[in-house]
């Protein structure tokens, strides 16, 4: 299935007003950006076929595709002054750059890269900053035998704040962290039909235009996941993940699982 990933928001919250900036999902999180790792995750369960929806810093991320080290995550041997990779990362991947306007809203951008998705009954859909551990497959499977025009993956809020209930005369009745709210939040990772392309306007968003009528029409399929889960808004959680990188904390890279697996005999 071919994946369309969302990167090209201003990403106010993580910006430090210096021209130039980098835009979000070019932020490192160990030795690669944070795009990286979510492409990654979809190639990791098969699918390679990317759009990305470019805004702002756009030559950022074509500049780090066009000029790709694999050396910087693959082992590779030096023979006779060449190269020889022992693995490579995106040699099968295929990616689209497509440039989605600087202040486009999400449903606009997917409308923008319509023209891509010719043919495809199903796709999949993202943010580029967001990683997670969920389980692709069955979550495309559980969409695919559901017949729903939308799915969205939903995850308990993250917040550190406390909710605060309120008695008589302003006394506190109790306090209980957001995270142990029976809430859920929009996790990203879409699968979507066709259909929702009737349901955003021009300059439409995909959540409270698209997701929002299809929920209406009881066509919008719900997959919540209590696993790991990190979305990276801000300067302090993409630290936050690349230190964890760092001590070998990864739950997203699923296949570095795979890669360390030591076979049974």
């Known amino acids: ?14 910006r430090t007003g210096t021209p130039g900036d980098v835009p979000k999902p070019m932020q490192l999180v160990g030795p690669r950006p944070l795009i990286w790792h979510v492409m990654r995750y979809y190639a990791h369960f098969g699918h390679t076929e990317f759009i990305l929806c470019l805004g702002y810093g756009a030559h950022h991320i074509k500049d780090f595709f066009l000029n790709y080290q694999e050396t910087t995550s693959n082992d590779f041997v030096l023979r006779g002054g060449r190269v020889e990779l022992l693995s490579t990362d995106i040699s099968d991947w295929s990616i689209s750059f497509v440039q989605t306007g600087i202040t486009s809203p999400i449903g606009e951008r997917l409308r923008r890269v319509r023209d891509h998705l010719d043919g495809e009954e199903m796709f999949l859909a993202n943010y580029a900053d967001v990683l997670t551990d969920a389980p692709l497959p069955e979550i495309v499977e559980r969409f695919t035998l559901s017949g729903a025009g939308a799915s969205m993956m939903v995850v308990p809020p993250s917040d550190t704040f406390h909710c605060i209930e309120l008695g008589e005369r302003g006394t506190v009745g109790g306090i209980t962290p957001v995270s142990e709210m029976p809430l859920w939040v929009n996790g990203g990772y879409f699968v979507l039909r066709q259909e929702i392309f009737d349901h955003i306007p021009a300059g439409g968003d995909l959540v409270a235009d698209g997701c929002a009528e299809l929920a209406k029409r009881g066509r919008l399929l719900a997959y919540p996941h209590r696993g790991y889960w990190r979305p990276t808004d801000t300067v302090k959680e993409r630290v936050a993940l690349d230190e964890a990188y760092s001590r070998g904390d990864r739950p997203w890279a699923l296949w570095e699982r795979e890669h360390l697996a030591v076979p049974t005999t």
């Open 1 to 14: 299935m071919k994946v369309v990933l969302f990167c090209g928001g201003y990403g106010t919250r993580m």
